[in-house]
């Protein structure tokens, strides 16, 4: 696949994708959708949910279909960021110390229940987030590419816990939020799984170079002026919401930052290329605008007690400023 990738082929490339990963994971298009979005995009998606609703299997599944590296870190209280990242150990033989890499080494690292994980893990694992590297002693080491983190989170559960610092959601591209499937859905999902003991054989239907081909593509779709001063007003009406004629004093602490026009932008031009065209509409920035904004808007201590969610500022942010 070559950087000047055609918008329909990838369309269909990406659609057998979604194809495959529904016949493991019913119900969950939303999630599938998301997760492309980050692939494509080269950025950092948090998946909230109850257990039980198929968010390891969704990452697994994308893995192996795109042909990718997959490592999955267990995230506990005395986790410690040499289980990470590695270490250095000493070889009695060469009487010399060797480096050790430790599973973060991989294309799509799953950090499942990162909450769990104390401040010195979470530090670990934000630098290779941000910077693409690992430092291990005097080293300092580039992770594979492609290289994206795709991290859980149980909402429900608070004992030993560890919220995540806003620097680190921050890093995040995106943070989707995983739903009960409907009851249909779920009957299918008993047979899936009572007949299935593992996860179902997928095609793989892309490879590593494949998806870097895709991603390059993205890049290259085009974004006009008018729809990234778009992007930057939704963010700036988080921040100074009177100035888009909103009463959200009360409620929001601290609006997005300048990381999320960016992550807008990107996830625009992967949603673009997900449905096969070669510049972004309106449509694609307001289709990523809740994914991308809910986990950076901090809310006060009020909203918490009245019941207003992240997602419910959103939706007066976009309400609130006009469409280009």
């Not at 100035?243 to 990381?259: F, I, N």
């Not at 694609?284 to 419910?312: F, N």
Request: a negative charge; one cysteine or more.
């Amino acid at each position: 696949m070559s950087r000047a990738i055609d918008p329909t082929a990838s369309r269909q490339l990406l659609r057998d994708v979604e194809k495959e990963m529904e016949r493991g994971l019913i119900g969950q298009g939303g999630l599938i959708r998301g997760l492309l979005v980050g692939l494509l995009a080269g950025g950092h998606v948090l998946i909230e949910g109850v257990p039980g609703l198929g968010k390891t299997r969704a990452v697994n599944l994308l893995a192996r279909i795109c042909q990718l590296r997959f490592r999955r870190l267990q995230f506990t209280p005395d986790l410690l960021p040499a289980d990470v990242v590695g270490t250095r150990i000493y070889n009695q033989h060469s009487a010399t110390f060797e480096t050790v890499r430790g599973p973060i080494f991989a294309n799509v690292v799953l950090a499942d229940e990162i909450n769990r994980a104390p401040a010195k893990v979470q530090s670990a694992l934000l630098e290779t987030m941000q910077e693409k590297q690992v430092t291990i002693g005097q080293e300092s080491l580039p992770v594979p590419t492609p290289f994206i983190v795709f991290a859980t989170q149980n909402p429900i559960e608070q004992e030993g816990t560890y919220p995540l610092p806003e620097a680190q959601l921050d890093r995040f591209l995106l943070k989707l939020r995983v739903d009960y499937p409907a009851a249909a859905d779920e009957w299918a999902i008993v047979r899936l799984v009572i007949d299935e003991e593992e996860l179902p054989a997928v095609r793989e239907l892309l490879a590593r170079h494949q998806v870097e081909a895709l991603q390059a593509a993205v890049r290259g779709v085009f974004i006009e002026e008018r729809l990234i001063r778009y992007a930057t007003e939704l963010v700036h009406a988080t921040r100074r919401p009177q100035e888009a004629g909103l009463e959200l004093a009360p409620y929001v602490e601290l609006g997005a930052s300048p990381r999320a026009s960016i992550a807008l932008a990107q996830a625009a031009r992967a949603s673009a290329l997900i449905d096969g065209r070669d510049a972004v509409e309106p449509d694609d920035v307001k289709a990523v605008a809740h994914p991308v904004l809910r986990h950076r808007i901090l809310l006060t201590y009020y909203a918490d007690a009245e019941g207003v969610a992240s997602d419910a500022i959103v939706d007066q942010v976009l309400d609130a400023v006009e469409v280009p």
